[in-house]
């Protein structure tokens, strides 16, 4: 029987990266890779706390985004710092 490692995404943009930088003229794409439903949950809650963030969801597969539009910033949940994880 195969076992799956089937990791949960969180997807956000984020207002405040989204523009300059690295993401001149791109959306700033901020994606935390969760291992369980809890864990997505969690930062889904803090994100909407949050004023740069919009455009949250909750994701079984891994997001696509078109990359001439989009800057991708993938995050593990278990590196987060605190203010993510309460």
């Known amino acids: 029987m195969k076992t799956t490692n089937k990791k949960i995404y969180v ?3 984020d207002k405040f990266m989204s523009g ?3 993401a001149e003229n791109m959306i700033n794409k901020y994606i935390i890779i969760c291992d369980t439903l809890e864990e997505a949950r ?3 809650r803090n994100a909407k ?3 740069e963030m919009k455009y949250i969801n909750i994701k ?3 997001p696509y985004f078109n990359p001439k539009k989009y800057l991708l910033t993938f995050e593990n949940y278990s590196e987060l710092g605190e203010i ?3």
């Open 11 to 13: 997807t956000m943009t």
């Open 20 to 22: 300059w930088g690295m």
């Open 42 to 44: 969690t930062i889904e």
């Open 49 to 51: 706390k949050r004023n």
């Open 60 to 62: 079984r597969d891994k």
């Open 84 to 86: 993510w994880k309460r």
